[in-house]
Nanobody, 126 residues
Framework: QVQLVESGGGLVQAGGSLRLSCAAS????????MGWFRQAPGKEREFVAV????????HYADSVKGRFTISRDNAKNTVYLQMNSLKPEDTAVYYC???????????????????WGQGTQVTISS
């Protein structure tokens, strides 16, 4: 099993960019699909993006498609979320998560992921 630690959150103005990182411990990182979720105050945790264990496939929520890019470096046991053209509605705590699911898609739910990081705050000012 992996352990996950996110970093890279912060406060930026609308239109700006941030890159989140999620470092995984453990030698089986490359066998997990990795996802990013976010949770705003008073709202449910929502899917943002997911990437397959090889990095060859990825899927995005409609709200971030074209602005966010998920990637991974299995040699560094790290998954990234590059966030561009940020909007105030992107403000949330962002979590990375690991899944043993063999099939990934935009309908993945938090319950599909068995391991979670502690989250990193992203705040976008208008």
């Amino acid at each position: 099993q992996v352990q996950l630690v996110e970093s890279g959150g912060g406060l930026v103005q609308a239109g700006g960019s941030l890159r989140l990182s999620c470092a995984a411990s453990g030698r089986t990182f490359s066998s997990y699909a990795m996802g990013w979720f976010r949770q705003a105050p008073g709202k449910e945790r929502e899917f943002v993006a997911v990437i397959s264990w090889t990095g060859g496939r990825s899927h995005y929520a409609d709200s971030v498609k074209g602005r966010f890019t998920i990637s991974r470096d299995n040699a560094k046991n790290t998954v990234y979320l590059q966030m561009n053209s940020l909007k105030p509605e992107d403000t949330a705590v962002y979590y990375c998560a690991a899944s043993v699911a063999q099939r990934i898609g935009v309908n993945m739910r938090p319950a599909d992921f068995g391991t979670w990081g502690q989250g990193t705050q992203v705040t976008i000012s208008s």
